[in-house]
């Protein structure tokens, strides 16, 4: 199994994208969580509202500069020996999450402003609603909302077990490709020299 001190920068994404990835992954969680704790904190439904859409419209916003930077900068192609079937569903569930990653806080953005409501973007400055209140558009925003959030959850844990299968089972070095804090150890010893 290649060490993740071992893989050329060739074969890692770049610091910029490693550090977009799991950026957008811890924001993705929360945004999921903060809803779930209305009911055990009322009284503060208004505030963890506040801070699920300000994750939100983060999330929005870091993927479309995460899809300008992998257009950029293309990410390092599979492991030689990878079937085609692999690559098909590796690209396949990439595009899924990009799709995912970007239509749910747009549908979250549509139910708050068919709801009648501004978005409040962690207190600097607030988006102001373009469309007129609606309830069936915000009850069928919700809906869409729920129903993309939890796909996205549940895709994005596919995701991971997909790298842990890569990492323990294939050992074909691809989740090193993404983890933060490696480096190529070619390089290091070199310098050492």
Avoid at 67 to 81: A, T, V
Avoid at 104 to 131: D, E, K, N, R, Y
Avoid at 165 to 183: A, E, I, Q, S, W
Wanted: aromatic fraction near 8%; glycine fraction near 8%.
């Amino acid at each position: 199994m290649p060490s993740p001190a071992l893989l050329s920068p060739e074969r890692r994404y770049n610091p910029v994208a490693i550090f977009l990835h799991w950026a957008v992954a811890a924001l993705i969680v929360t945004a999921w969580s903060l809803p779930h704790l209305r009911g055990v904190l009322p009284a503060a439904r208004t505030p963890i509202m506040d801070l699920h859409r300000s994750v939100g419209v983060t999330v929005f916003a870091l993927v479309l500069v995460r899809l300008i930077w992998r257009f950029l900068n293309p990410p390092p192609s599979l492991p030689g020996g990878t079937t085609q079937l692999v690559r098909w569903l590796a690209h396949g569930g990439h595009a899924a999450l990009y799709l995912l990653m970007l239509s749910v806080p747009v549908c979250g953005m549509l139910l708050t402003w068919a709801a009648g409501h501004s978005i409040p973007v962690w207190g600097l400055f607030t988006v102001p609603a373009p469309i007129a209140p609606s309830e069936s558009l915000h009850r069928t925003f919700a809906n869409l909302h729920g129903l993309l959030g939890n796909t996205l959850l549940w895709l994005a844990a596919l995701h991971a077990a997909a790298a842990l299968v890569h990492h323990y089972v294939f050992k074909d070095g691809l989740l090193d490709r993404m983890r933060p804090g490696t480096r190529d150890r070619s390089r290091s010893h070199g310098a050492l020299t």
